[in-house]
């Protein structure tokens, strides 16, 4: 299954209010233990356990989004699920960017080792270096850590996993797909160029379907293209930064540095880029409106807090990752478990 979608204008709300079906306030956003969405999880946890059919009767959907290094929270909060035995409830399960690697390292079973490369390699020089200038972020190297080191993605458990999985990318034209990741003969490619920002990894990373890079250009709060493709009875959102906190416009260093590295991207793509921090906006007002989660229990996890994104304090990154996972494990028994994270050499 594949879909094409062009960013568009959504209305402009400011509310931060509590959303169910048909835009009912029959639960709050920000999750909660009195949430909908946590017995709703529980109950088809029970179900599918138990082998009965009338888990299928509900349609639950997980979106992980991205965000570079602040994914260590979204993987956290994948890790706590993990623990929590959650790893086969979701029907969806729908990555963006950073968050299309926390999924399938949730998927695989292997939660721990996905969060390992966030405190280890993704600090590293061999990946982060400024100086080199025409490649800062190293997705190579990345990928190489997913596909053959130690570290590898189990690809062929995320194939046997109960839930359909999605990775959202930005194809060569600036426009935003959701690609099935099941179906592509390179799963680790589908990643890779889903991960892919334009100007500090400059390459295109080709699959079946042509060539994409970062899913956050076009789909950074994918929830709209999710509603729509999925149609969920419920819907779990991991966000990486506060649920408030917008994003400022691109500062005219930033434009000149920008157009110095995109000048063999399309005319297209270039000006989906450079809308894209005024796009995340858009959704996240909507977001704030519930305008875009009408016909679903929502709920939505994120941090209290922004971590610096280019930060290389593996102890930070860690103590941002635990916040996820002890926000999940409160959430649903009220208490807060071990959230040791193993870092495997």
């Known amino acids: 299954m594949k879909l094409r979608l062009r960013m568009s204008e959504r209305s402009m709300g400011t509310r931060l209010d509590s959303y169910g079906p048909n835009g009912s306030n029959s639960m709050e956003v920000l999750m909660t233990r009195e949430s909908v969405l946590v017995n709703r999880m529980r109950e088809k946890l029970r179900l599918i356990a138990t082998g009965d059919a009338g888990h299928s009767d509900s349609r639950l959907v997980v979106l992980s989004c991205g965000g570079g ?35 399938a390292y949730f998927l695989s079973g292997q939660t721990a080792v996905g969060m390992s490369i966030y405190l280890k390699e993704m600090i590293s020089p061999k990946f982060l270096s400024p100086a080199r200038i025409w490649r800062i972020a190293d997705l190579d190297f990345i990928e190489h850590m997913i596909r053959d080191s130690a570290k590898k993605l189990d690809v062929e458990a995320v194939r046997r996993s109960r839930s359909e999985f999605y990775v959202g990318s930005t194809n060569i034209h600036g426009k935003g797909e959701l690609i099935n990741a099941k179906l592509m003969t390179d799963m680790v490619a589908t990643l890779k160029g889903s991960m892919s920002l334009p100007a500090f990894y400059n390459k295109v990373t080709y699959v079946e379907q042509g060539g994409f890079v970062d899913g956050d250009v076009s789909l950074s709060l994918a929830v709209p ?10 819907l779990l959102i991991i966000m990486n930064r ?104």
């Open 225 to 234: 293209e999710v509603m729509t493709t999925f149609k969920p009875t419920d």
């Open 69 to 103: 290094l602040r994914g260590a929270f979204g993987g956290g909060v994948l890790v706590g699920l993990s623990q929590l035995g959650f790893k086969d409830v979701f029907d969806v399960a729908v990555g963006v960017s950073a968050g299309a690697a926390n999924v």
């Open 242 to 345: 506060p649920f408030a906190n917008f994003k400022d416009p691109f500062s005219f260093f930033q434009k000149m540095f920008f157009k110095l590295f995109l000048r063999s991207f399309s005319t297209e793509f270039r000006t989906a880029f450079f809308d894209k921090n005024e796009d995340h906006n858009r959704r996240l007002r909507s977001m704030h409106s519930g305008e875009c989660f009408v016909g679903a229990n929502v709920s939505l996890v994120c941090p209290d807090y922004e971590m610096p994104l280019f930060t290389r304090d593996a102890g930070e990154i860690k103590r941002f990752a635990d916040s996820g996972t002890e926000k999940i494990l409160a959430i649903f028994d009220g208490r807060v478990r071990s959230t040791e994270v193993q870092v495997t050499a």
